[in-house]
C-alpha cells in the first residue's frame, strides 16, 4: 500500500529529527531573541573542562568588534567579565585575554565577532586565522558571534549566536548572549548522539 501525503511528511520530519540528533546541533534560546545553535562538539569531554579548572583559568581569544567606537580591550573585558564565575559545576574558572598571535596554548575558548559567513568554529581555533576574521561592528545592532573551544589540535566543542539587534553595550541581551555561549561551549556531560541542550532555560 502507498505512503499517503501525510504519511510522507511525517517520515520526512522524523528523518530531519534524526539527522539532527546524530550530529549532535542543538538551539538555545533566551529571551529577546537572542540565541545560539551548538555546533560540532564531538571531541568535548568534561575532563577537559576539570583540567582548566585546576590550572585555574583559561585564554580566550576575543577577536572583532560588536559596538561602533568600542576598543578591543574594552570588548575584551566586558566579555570576560560576562565568562568569569559561570556555574559550570568544576568550581572557579577565570578567563583571561590571549595575545595576538599564532601561538596555540593546551586549552582555549575563541569568540570571533562579525566574521565572514563562511568562517565557523573549527576556523576559530586556529589564532591565526581569528586574529584576520573578526569584522566591524554593524550599523543596525545586529551582531553574529562563532565560538569555540580548543584544545592545541583539534575543536572540542563550537557554536554560533546572533542576537537580535543590541541596542548598545550596555544592553543586558550582550550578557545573555555570552551566558548561552558558554552553556554551549562547556555542556555539562561528554558528546553524545541524543540532546545535546539539557541544560538550556
Known amino acids: 500500500m502507498g505512503m499517503t ?16 540528533a546524530a550530529i549532535g546541533l542543538a538551539a538555545c534560546a533566551g529571551p529577546d531573541g537572542v540565541r545560539t545553535v551548538r555546533g560540532d ?12 579548572a585546576n590550572k585555574g583559568s583559561l585564554p580566550a581569544l576575543i577577536r572583532g568588534e560588536v559596538f561602533p567606537g568600542v576598543a578591543r580591550d574594552v570588548l575584551e573585558a566586558r566579555v ?7 556555574p559550570l559545576g568544576v568550581g572557579r574558572l577565570g578567563f583571561d585575554a590571549m595575545p595576538a598571535g599564532p601561538a596555540k596554548p593546551p586549552l582555549f575558548v575563541s ?3 562579525n566574521p565572514a559567513p563562511s568562517f565557523d568554529s573549527a576556523a576559530a581555533c586556529d589564532p591565526a586565522r581569528a586574529d584576520r576574521a573578526g ?10 558571534v562563532v565560538a569555540a573551544f580548543c584544545s592545541s589540535q583539534r575543536l572540542l566543542s563550537g557554536t554560533v549566536g546572533e542576537p537580535n539587534g543590541l541596542s548598545g ?8 548572549l555570552v551566558r548561552l555561549v558558554m552553556i554551549d561551549l ?7 548522539l541524543g540532546p545535546s541542550c539539557d541544560s538550556c532555560p
Open 5 to 20: 501525503r501525510a504519511s510522507l511528511r511525517g517520515a520526512m520530519a522524523a528523518a530531519a529529527t534524526l539527522v539532527l
Open 41 to 52: 562538539w564531538s571531541g568535548y569531554s568534561t575532563s577537559y573542562l576539570h583540567y582548566a
Open 80 to 86: 570576560l567579565g560576562e565568562m568569569t564565575d559561570r
Open 111 to 113: 569568540l570571533v565577532f
Open 135 to 144: 569584522g566591524p561592528a554593524r550599523a543596525d545592532g545586529t551582531t553574529r
Open 169 to 176: 553595550e550596555a544592553d543586558p541581551r550582550f550578557g545573555e
Open 186 to 192: 562547556f555542556p555539562p556531560h561528554d558528546a553524545n
